[in-house]
């Protein structure tokens, strides 16, 4: 038997951190597809560090929610959305 068999795995290897920080918008949400989801809760089971990140998020949003006197447009927090969900998609910035 080999000796990996024996650890106990900290999350499915399906859903990476990296994949799971890229969806966390969209799992908040609710905005993902049952399979999807599933698998980021079962990832979050079983690595502390996400479920850290997910705290934080919750808890941020939270207070600035409370801090908001007025909500957004509608067209602009769509924007800020889009632009959050793709933060990660642009390179390093480029030196002009």
Known sequence: MPWRTLLPRRHPP???CRELVDLIGDYLDDA???ARR???DG???GCA???AYLDQLR???GLVE???DEPLPAELESQLLEAFR???DVGPASSA
């Open 66 to 68: 409370r801090l908001c």
């Open 86 to 88: 793709h933060w990660n």
């Open 32 to 34: 993902l597809p049952p």
């Open 49 to 51: 560090a996400c479920r």
């Open 14 to 16: 399906t859903l990476r």
């Open 59 to 61: 808890q941020t949003t």
């Open 43 to 45: 990832h979050l089971e």
């Open 38 to 40: 599933a698998a980021i």
